[in-house]
């Protein structure tokens, strides 16, 4: 099985050990941006709407996107094998673009979370990531398996590394962007699909507690896909009948 690919903006494909920064790249510090997605049977899936979040994003950090990064994912993911998923990690630094793929770890299909009050910075997938790792070192030190943030107002954000999805009746919901959360594509593609199941779809705001009487709450993320939360603080919440539904629309 491959280990890894490593690619390079303007060198292709190199050794997975070889340096692809410069000691001297703004991104060390955290400035740069990266988007993360799926490689399935040999394709990256949603590649446009992720290059649409970083361009988006760019002029936030001043930082200029370069135009071939379209063909540039394609030809790196055309050295990982078909027959496996890969994690894609696109990079956008002020010097260098780069990208790694490697094999998706087993996925989670059911969580336990706990809420954490919303760590503050900018809704963009910036390299400047310390609030995300620090959670989930928390999460992984805690016995839960996830994190989901709250805003000073109490209401429900997202997780370190996904976005909240709720089945409330019959509209399939997450939060807005305009809420300060990282627009999630995931679960922006999911909204998409629900007039297909009979769902209308809406950005909504939500309190932790009234998660529990909802038809379903999920974490959604691009390389994990669809995990249900099965506990929230503590409490159990009812097994949803609707998530394998949601993780054929995502092909898992």
Known sequence: MQASVVAVLGRG???????VMRADDPGILGDGLFETMLVRDGRP????????????????LGLAVPASLHDFVLSACAEW????DGALRLVCTPMTAFCTIN????????????????????PVKSLSYGPSIAARRWVA?????????????GYALEGPTASLVWLDGETLCTVPPSAGVLPGVTAAWLLAQAPSQGWRAEHRMIKPADLHSTGGVWLASS????????????????QSLHTERLRALLGY
């Not at 094998?81 to 496996?84: F, L, M, S, T």
């Open 141 to 153: 030190a805690n016995g839960v398996d996830d994190a989901l943030w709250v805003s000073p107002e």
């Open 45 to 60: 899936w949603l590649l446009d709407e992720h290059l649409d979040r970083l361009s988006a994003s760019a002029p936030t």
């Open 223 to 238: 390389v994990r896909g669809l995990a249900e939360v099965r506990v929230l603080d503590g409490v159990e919440l009812l």
């Open 81 to 84: 094998p078909v027959d496996i």
């Open 13 to 19: 494909v190199v050794p997975s050990g070889t340096p």
């Open 103 to 122: 094999a998706v770890p087993p996925r989670v299909l059911s969580l336990r979370v706990r809420t954490l009050p919303a760590a503050s910075g900018l």
